[in-house]
């Protein structure tokens, strides 16, 4: 998907103006063409007709870059080398998220109460399922595809903490975290 300039400035302005807000709710098309210094039917007409369709559209913004290197890690390790999927997920894709801070800080905080995680779900589910296999574990079938959400969520997750923190540590201080837990079970995290 490609982004204009002018895409790029009003997420950013969407970006600021959720900053300032306490909520989703509280965020209007208005607040955001006042951000940029344009008219509200300036936004309507030739943009975006409501916050929602924005946000949808931030949504493939903050993933663009991600989501191209996430099929190289895939593409990489689905035939071979399975077990450096982690590190090279987490190595790749933790630099492009801290690039776009702002935005990531923003889908990630309890203002904007988004469907970020079900997008990310539905965009990566199938990208990663080859990388599975159904497993059983005590008489109980764990399919390839769960396996992929799981780690899907466990990622996001901690992603959400990173960027729920007051000033996020650099990418190369956080890898390790996310390696060790994604490489570890909550029981071994006890």
């Known amino acids: 998907m490609k982004f204009s300039e002018s895409d790029i400035n009003i997420f950013y302005a969407f970006i ?6 306490k909520s ?10 006042d951000q940029l210094g344009i008219s509200r039917q300036a936004m309507y007409q030739s943009h975006f007709k409501s916050t929602d369709e924005l946000l949808y559209s931030l949504y493939y913004y903050a993933d663009n870059n991600i989501r191209q290197e996430i099929i190289k890690v895939v593409d990489e390790c689905k035939d071979k080398n399975r077990n450096s999927f982690i590190d090279k997920l987490v190595n790749k894709i933790l630099p492009i998220i801290y690039e776009k801070i702002d935005i990531f800080k923003v889908l990630y905080s309890e203002k904007v109460t988004s469907n970020w995680s079900h997008f990310m779900e539905n965009q990566y589910s199938d990208l990663l399922e080859p990388l599975f296999r159904d497993k059983f574990h005590k008489g109980t079938l764990i399919p390839a595809k769960l396996q992929s959400k799981i780690v899907i969520h466990e990622f996001i997750g901690l992603i959400s903490i990173w960027m729920n923190q007051d000033n996020p540590v650099e990418p190369e201080k956080f890898s390790p975290i996310v390696i060790f837990s994604l490489n570890n079970s909550a029981s071994m995290l006890i």
């Open 24 to 33: 989703f709710s509280d965020i209007s098309i208005k607040s955001i063409s």
């Open 16 to 21: 600021e103006v959720a900053k300032n807000n």
